[in-house]
């Protein structure tokens, strides 16, 4: 696959910026065509390859959310960028799994276990979610998988039990999906606060990512990892100078959602 080399906007957007050891978790939700109507956090097929061309054009190499997390605990995730899909959308199917092949990329699919093949009610403009059949079409075609809960409820709302049984439920679904154990987890709508963060690690897993925009950094607390939103209007150089940006000059991951569970937070 032929590099693509950095238009002099692009140069001239980036230059002198040192990220340092962070990188970055580019999270999509649906790939739509591009006659469709745009909705909020839905990007055209269109939009989305000339994304990974800026990707690809500012010299971060594309990696699966896995080994991602393997050099960010390692204390080094530069130059790394993790594609992720969260909730396993149908429009991922269709519009991003052939482009990511064709361009030999790797990616990761974050699929709610319990509602496959269903509208997401949490995600109302959107078509549906994968069935299983084309989760392992995602599968086969390399993409591997991250946790995203059973069912998308927020966690903070969820009892201790509640939330550790479902983080359990879901990284053993995935891991029988994947054949590997599953220990990446992406918080739904990116809610978490402490008592969330102990669940997780109590659960298995070894990293969680949110919803606060930045970069992932190793000096940041595993289970309070960001990610940055991709939505159709991050097309420019500008765009790229602003995912360049040092890890610790973004605003500091905060605690989402509502703990009304009942327990101590």
């Not at 032929?2 to 140069?11: C, D, E, I, K, W």
């Not at 069912?151 to 550790?164: I, K, N, R």
């Not at 918080?187 to 690690?201: D, E, K, L, T």
């Amino acid at each position: 696959m032929a590099v693509r080399q950095p238009s002099r906007a692009l140069r001239d957007a980036t230059a002198g910026l040192r990220p340092g050891r962070s990188g970055v978790v580019l999270a999509y939700h649906d790939i739509i065509s591009d006659t469709a109507e745009v909705y909020p956090y839905a990007v055209t097929e269109s939009t989305f390859l000339h994304q990974l061309d800026l990707v690809e054009a500012a010299g971060l190499r594309p990696v699966t959310l896995s080994h991602f997390t393997d050099r960010l605990a390692a204390g080094d995730a530069s130059g790394l960028a993790a594609i992720v899909f969260d909730d396993a959308l149908v429009g991922v199917h269709q519009h991003a799994l052939p482009r990511l092949a064709e361009r030999g990329l790797p990616w990761t699919l974050l699929p709610v276990t319990e509602r496959t093949g269903v509208r997401p009610q949490w995600w109302p403009e959107a078509s549906r979610t994968m069935n299983r059949t084309e989760i392992d079409d995602a599968l086969s075609a390399g993409a591997t998988l991250c946790a995203h809960t059973t069912t998308h409820a927020s966690l903070p709302g969820m009892s201790t039990a509640d939330a550790l049984d479902d983080l359990r439920r879901s990284r053993d679904t995935l891991s029988d999906w994947a054949g590997t154990d599953i220990r990446e987890l992406c918080y739904p709508f990116g809610h978490q606060n402490a008592r969330i963060r102990a669940v997780a690690s109590d659960a298995g897993y070894r990293v969680g990512f949110t919803f606060t925009n930045g970069r992932s950094d190793p000096r940041t607390d595993m289970y309070a990892q960001p990610r940055l939103a991709m939505h159709e209007n991050l097309r420019s150089a500008k765009w790229l100078a602003t995912l360049l940006r040092p890890g610790r000059s973004w605003p500091p991951v905060r605690d989402l959602g509502v703990d009304d569970s009942g327990d101590a937070s």
